[in-house]
């Protein structure tokens, strides 16, 4: 599931599992919890707030829980729990475009498929270069992507021939190439690296003491395809008490 | 007019001429032509599979038959024939889009107009370093571009200065300015090079052993604008037997 943790300004939202081999896959329950924190931290929101979503060991996360969707025990079943999940997930995209405060995702190892979304969600990523790539497997495992996962690919991922290698090549991207790409702001040599420089980062934005609403209104205002896609509404605000 | 032959699961369809120095143009005999060897590779379509498009000599493709408009013998019977290739074209286009398999562009010599569109339809496009150029000569002609034309060149070639350089500035790219402009994967310093090359990736590629109704769906999503304007849908599709 998730833990949710205040670092003074930052909020910081672990994806937790049962060992350092943890998929971090996100079922029902997961993508609840996730909400859950996300909504908490909306909730308790300052100027200087920030906002880091990461992990440990091995995996950032792997995506849905397709175990869970297999264990339906028919393959309609399956595609039932599998739709669901993507249903279910689609709110996660739309409430961190709406949360009001910088994030940053911190992928400490393998981002795939929902988890590979989940990062790019944020409004800076932040991964390993000696271990971990990103990867959209939906081509592999044979299956399309949902509207909200192209739209965000569209509205994050400039290069025509990068979103091309993302996801109709499913090429596994390392922290070198996600650079070059354009899909990650920094890496570094560890997990540790990975974590302080996330840290850095975060509290670097939050320093900046934004007006949260703002922020989330100009965030959404980058990515309006996306935005239509999940049914949210960009407005004008003005926050400044001398405006 | 074209040939298509079978390279283990490789499909290659080569635009044919009298000679080496023949422009392979299309005509509306060469359009229809294609059009059933896209349609052929459809329906022998498998997981593995692969097609690649080229020719041989100075040409790849330079554009539609305008000699073939020209012999109508007044202006009005030209724009007529123009026309007519213009929408001949469009489900050409569609149809690569629709392919259920991935797609090379071996582009040996010259690309121009529906020749230079030809090969942007497909996924991957490989050409000359040492000769050749991709030209979209259309405003140096005097013609305007279809809807479709303009639409497959805004979501394919992602920035907006090398959009501008092809179709309004009618430069002639050749391969090494063509691999900065992200127009092409890579280049190579001879015909047999390209084919090889071509060769290797379309292999490469088929190996993967993707679905190919998953694989359209995916790379129509990558396009919806272009799809949009070609009148195609695109649908969500599960191919994996667990789910």
């Known amino acids: 599931m998730c833990t949710l943790e205040k670092h003074g300004d930052v909020f910081v939202l672990t994806l937790t599992g049962s060992s350092d081999v943890d998929e971090h896959r ?26 880091i979503t ?21 393959r309609a079943g399956a595609r039932e729990r599998l739709l669901y999940m993507v249903e279910s997930f689609r709110p996660v995209v739309a409430a961190m475009m709406d949360l009001p405060m910088p994030t940053v995702a911190a992928v400490n190892g393998h981002a795939a498929a929902a988890g590979f979304t989940l990062a790019l969600s944020h409004d800076y990523v932040i991964m390993r270069r000696d271990k971990g790539v990103l990867y959209m497997s939906e081509v ?27 996801l109709l090549r499913a090429k596994k991207i390392k922290g070198e190439e996600a650079l ?47 935005c239509g896609v999940l049914g949210l509404d960009i407005r004008a605000v003005v926050s400044n008490s001398k405006l």
Do not use: C
């Not at 965000?152 to 025509?160: E, H, I, T």
């Not at 934004?210 to 100009?218: D, R, S």
């Open 26 to 51: 996100f079922g029902p329950s997961a993508i609840d919890s996730i909400l859950s924190a996300i909504a908490k931290a909306k909730a308790e929101a300052t100027p200087g707030s920030a906002l």
């Open 54 to 74: 990461t992990s440990h060991g091995k995996f950032f996360s792997n995506g849905l829980d397709l175990a869970w969707a297999q264990a339906a025990g028919s």
């Open 140 to 166: 592999d495992i044979g299956a399309t992507l949902p509207d909200y996962f192209t739209a965000l690919f569209r509205a994050k991922v400039g290069s025509a021939t990068a979103r091309r290698d993302v």
């Open 180 to 226: 070059r790409m354009g899909l990650a702001e920094a890496a570094y040599d560890s997990e540790e690296q990975v974590a302080e420089a996330s840290m850095r980062l975060a509290k670097q934005m939050a320093g900046r003491k934004w007006a949260g609403e703002v922020y989330a209104e100009i965030r959404k205002s980058l990515y309006p395809d996306l």
